[in-house]
Each structure stands twice: as C-alpha cells, then as structure tokens.
C-alpha cells in the first residue's frame, strides 16, 4: 500500500466512516482510514443506536433532523445492499418534575420550528395507545415522536465505510496510530504500529482517545471518556400497541429502554462515573439499571437479561461535539466530545466537516464547535440529555 496520502482518517466508528464517505463524495482523493480494532469495534459498535429529533436545543435538534432524513435512506445514500435496520418506532419522553415539564414546552417549540412532528402525549389515557405497559406515578407529562427510533450501528457504519471504499478511500484496520508526525507547525503524517503514513491532512476521530492523541502537539481538548453500560434481555413478543415497544426515555430518572424489531429489550441508565477508560461491564449496573426501568416499566420484571456491555462517552463540557482545528499544528483537525449521542448526529456532522474542508457553503457555522467556546463563555447549551 501507499505510504503517503492526502487525508488520514483515525477511526473507524460512524464519525471517521461517515466523514471519509462524504470527503470522497465530494471528489477527494487519497484518504487513508486507519482503526486501531475492526469497523465500529468502540462506542459506535456498543452504543443504543438511538435516534431522536426531540431535543432542546436548536442546534442539535437540526443536527439531529437532518440525519434522520439521511438514515431514512442511508441505503440508497451509500449504495449498501443491506438494511441499515432503521425502526422508527418512535421515542417517549417523559417529565418527571414540573420543572422538566416546563422544559418540555420550550422543546416543542424549538422541535415544532424545525418541523418535528412531535406532541404532548395525555396521561391519563393516551399514553397507553404508546406504551401499554407504563407506570405513570411521579409522571408530569410526555410528549412523543413517531420518526424517531434506532437503526442498527454496525450496518450504518459499514454502508457509510463500503460506499468511501468503492470511491477509493483505503481502510486499514488492526492498526494503531501510535502518534502524530508535526513538523514546524504543520501535520506530516502518523506513527502507527504498521509503520509511518505521510498526509498533510489528519482528522482525529477517536473519540475518548482523541484528545490523547491531539495531546502530542499540544492541543487542549476538554473531552473526558466516561463508562456508560448497557444490557439487553431475551426476546418477548411485541409491547407496543402495533408492534415493539417505542423507546421510553427520561433524563430526570436517566434512563431509555426500547424493544427491538425481534423482541428484546435494550436499556441504559447514567450512573455517576468517574473520568476513566475503563468499560468492563459491573453488577451494581445490573441491579440499578433494572430497579430504574422496572419501576417505571413494571411489565418487565422477570425478563431475562441475555447480555451486558459497557462503552466509552467522550464527555465534553456543554455535552456537544468539539470540531477544532489545531492551532499548532496545521491540517489537524480534533472531532469529539459526542457526549452519548455521536450516532444519531454523526451523518450531518460529517457534511458539515466535509463542506468545510471542501470549501463548500453550509447553513451550519463549523467554528462554533471549537473548543474556544469554553474560553469565550460561547457555550452549547443542551437542557435535554440522558
Ligand atoms: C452504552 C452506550 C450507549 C449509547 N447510546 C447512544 C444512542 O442511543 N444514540 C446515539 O446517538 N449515541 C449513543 N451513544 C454514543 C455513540 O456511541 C457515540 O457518540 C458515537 O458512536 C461516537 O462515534 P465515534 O466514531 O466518534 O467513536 P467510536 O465509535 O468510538 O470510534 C472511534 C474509533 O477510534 C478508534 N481508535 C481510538 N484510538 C485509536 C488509535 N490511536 N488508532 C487507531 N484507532 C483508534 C477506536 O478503536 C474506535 O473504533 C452511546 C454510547 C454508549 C457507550
């Protein structure tokens, strides 16, 4: 294989994949993935592929909205032979304080300007047309969205990372990129275990290591990784009204459990976790995380659970996405801090990457992802997240 490229990608989960396919689409050549496992082998292989439109905030709602569009036909998008197992099941959020319920109405008007279809759910009876099953004690209120719902990650990232290669991107996996090669404040390449890549171009996409690696040049990247574990139980018949049972969410109670098309059930709580790198899976997860969902979801007590796992959130400061260009060394570019929803906004992140770097207009201004926004206070606020 070549030595040197114009572009190196480091990772291969859905934010590497899905920017190496939009930087080819736009007519790049010589782009190089580089993943230290298999496709997809970090977060985005061990992630609730969850999708929602139903945000708090104008930015990740539109980021959010305009990937869904794309995983509706991400398929045709990519060229990819298989499904990309997109259910739209759709997402039940409730409030669980008057507070949070407030919160809700200010998001619907922030939803309902993008054009989301989503809308307040009546507790009183309404709510079992959606989730037959639900305990609303301690329940304010619940707003739900049909379009939103899960897809599954590992199709989603091969279709994006089959479609680069058939436009000529190379994707070498198995491959550690031990460090950057900076010379006189430019990028050179990289050092990895499977020897030296010239590029003058890098983009750093590895997620809780990101910030290790864009550490070797100097750069400040406020993005911590942060244990978050998830658990899935043996297949039942459908929950929902009409099939599966939608995702039921709640960031006060900081849970979100869905059913899958073939029956099971996936679900996650946040625990209080500190900075680590550490994802083995732990008992205490077990127990609290079925005690959560079981007092809400009471029908699912006696499921059993067939498999647990644990991945890493990259955790930034305001829970949104740092895109930075290095300003030491130059055509390094550092993506991360995805903060627990990198996979349903990944497609759009990646036009807006690749606009940039292409030169290419966008409606999204690509610098207020810098992590110069915690020096000048510009922060992205998101009251909405688990
Ligand atoms: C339990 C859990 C549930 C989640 N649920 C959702 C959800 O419902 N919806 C949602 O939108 N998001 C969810 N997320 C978050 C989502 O998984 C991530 O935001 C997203 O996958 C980030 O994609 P990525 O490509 O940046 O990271 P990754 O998929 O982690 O990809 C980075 C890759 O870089 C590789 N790498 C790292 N260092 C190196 C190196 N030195 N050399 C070469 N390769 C390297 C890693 O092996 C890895 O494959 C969840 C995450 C977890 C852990």
């Not at 930087?23 to 496709?39: P, T």
């Not at 070498?172 to 460090?179: C, D, F, I, M, Q």
């Not at 750093?204 to 658990?231: K, T």
């Not at 946040?270 to 079981?294: G, K, V």
Request: with cysteine; hydrophobic share 40%.
């Amino acid at each position: 294989m070549k030595k040197a490229y114009d572009t190196i990608i480091v990772g291969g989960g859905i934010v590497g994949c899905s920017i190496a396919f939009e930087l080819a689409k736009r007519g790049v050549k010589d782009i190089l993935l580089i993943e230290r496992g298999y496709l997809a082998s970090g977060a985005t292989g061990r992630c609730g592929a969850g999708i929602r439109q139903q945000w708090g905030s104008k930015l990740n709602a539109t980021l959010a909205v305009e990937s869904t569009h794309i995983f509706e036909n991400l398929e045709s998008y990519t060229g990819y032979n298989y499904s990309c197992g997109l259910n739209q099941a759709g997402y039940l959020l409730i409030a669980c304080t008057p507070k949070e319920w407030d919160q809700f109405q200010i998001n619907l008007d922030v939803q309902h300007e993008l054009g989301v279809e989503s809308h307040v759910v009546d507790l009183e009876k309404d709510v079992y047309n959606y989730v037959p099953f639900i305990n609303t004690d301690g329940i304010y209120g619940a707003t739900f969205c049909q379009k939103d719902g899960h897809a599954d990650p590992f199709h989603c990232t091969f279709a994006y990372a089959q479609g680069a290669k058939r436009m000529g991107v190379e994707i070498l996996t198995y491959t550690t990129v031990e460090s950057l090669i900076a010379e006189q404040g430019k990028i050179k390449g990289v050092h990895t275990s499977k020897g030296d890549f010239e590029a003058s171009r890098v983009i750093n996409c590895a997620n809780g290591w990101a910030p290790g690696l864009a550490a070797q040049v100097g750069d400040e990247i406020p993005v911590f990784p942060e244990r978050h574990q998830a658990l899935v139980t043996e297949p039942v018949a459908p929950m929902g009204p009409n099939g599966p049972m939608p995702m039921v969410m709640s960031f006060h109670r900081r849970f979100y459990v869905q059913q899958s098309p073939h029956g099971s059930f996936i679900m996650g709580i946040a625990e209080d976790e500190p900075i680590s790198f550490n994802y083995r899976s732990s008992w205490q997860f077990l127990e609290e995380c079925c005690s959560i969902i079981t007092n809400t979801l009471p029908a699912l007590r006696g499921l059993r659970v067939v498999r647990q796992w644990a991945g890493l959130y990259d955790m930034s400061p305001d829970h949104c996405p740092i895109i930075d260009f290095s300003k030491n060394a130059e055509g390094l570019l550092n993506i991360c801090g995805f903060s627990g929803h990198g996979f349903m906004i990944a497609p759009r992140v990646a036009i807006l990457v690749a606009n940039a770097l292409c030169q290419q207009e966008d409606a999204i201004d690509i610098h207020m992802f810098s992590a110069d926004r915690y020096r000048t206070g510009d922060i992205l606020i998101e009251p909405s997240v688990v």
